[in-house]
């Protein structure tokens, strides 16, 4: 149907390119479809006809307006063909009564500078937890008979962190830590080494024999 | 040990810094076990403090170094971290800017243009 109407229209260049646009794009969309564009198409060719044979200007007009008009038209059918032909919307099925805020996109943040020019040093680092080792007679006591050291340590650290610093400055894995704060406000862990370590060994070497 | 000077500090790399800034932690944290033990003697015991203000240089001159090169980063940018702003008072940095108060609308301009204030003199 298309190709048989171009020939005839070729005088009116740019009323036939739309024609020729709407109903290509109604052909590429299903057989009912297509044949409601190229309804619609008939329309404003048959309207064209008296329009050319008036005058010049008139014509111009008249074709602009018919142009769009089939754009619109052609732009309306691919839209009906993509979403059926029924004009409302599927309206979804509520179960409760009460309305639940959907989940909405939720984006990550994207500073455009950051708040702190350098982040902050941590000020609790193995060096500042472990203060001193302990080398009163019950401490000495504890080296030899439990295998255990004993440590005055920050009293914002806590056992995990104590254990972690332990390691890296002396090598040594613990096997329980117990704290204590002592009456003059410092914390005191018992260090209790695991049994491939000799807490005597590892005193020597720290300094506190 | 030399006495640790700013100066010679502020020549290194960043790398060196900390490893010397490591060096000196360790220090310390022997003379602290000295000064437990009792075994250091009156020289040991009187290096904390020196060992002590040599890390706080370090931890100067690495601080001011950083500072210094992030100001150069974000020099002339828009956005800068808000410690790198200028810090003045609160109330200050919520005045208008000298551009904005010097903001007169097209009608006080033509005034003021047209209308100036004359100066004149009495001839005695």
Known sequence: ?209 | MTRIKCTDLRGKKPDDLQKQLEDLRQELNVLRVGKVTGSGGAAKLSKIRSVRKSIARVLIVTHQTTKENLRKLYHGKKFKPKDLRPKKTRAIRRLLTRKEKSIRSAKTKRKQWAFPRRVYGVKA
Do not use: C, W
């Open chain 1, 1 to 209: 149907m298309a190709p048989k109407k171009e020939p005839a229209k070729k005088k009116e260049t740019t009323a036939t390119a739309s024609v020729s646009a709407a109903t290509s794009a109604g052909t590429t969309a299903t057989t009912t479809a297509s044949a409601s564009v190229s309804k619609k198409a008939k329309t404003p060719t048959t309207g064209q006809k008296p329009g050319a044979t008036t005058g010049g200007d008139t014509t111009k007009v008249v074709t602009t307006q018919k142009k769009e008009k089939v754009k619109t038209t052609a732009l309306k059918a691919k839209q009906r063909v993509t979403r059926g032909n029924k004009l409302t919307r599927k309206r979804k099925i509520r179960t409760t009564p009460t309305f639940r805020r959907p989940f909405t996109l939720r984006l990550q943040r994207t500073p455009k500078y950051p708040r702190r020019s350098v982040p902050k040093r941590n000020r609790l680092d193995h060096f500042a937890i472990i203060k001193h080792p302990l080398t009163t007679e019950s401490a000495m006591k504890k080296i030899e008979d439990n295998n255990t050291l004993v440590f005055i340590v920050n009293i914002r650290a806590n056992k995990p962190l104590i254990k972690a610093a332990v390691k890296k400055m002396y090598d040594v894995d613990a096997e329980k830590i117990n704290t204590l704060i002592r009456p003059d406000g410092e914390k005191k862990a018992y260090v209790r080494l695991k049994a491939d370590h000799d807490a005597l060994d590892v005193a020597n070497r720290i300094g506190i024999i």
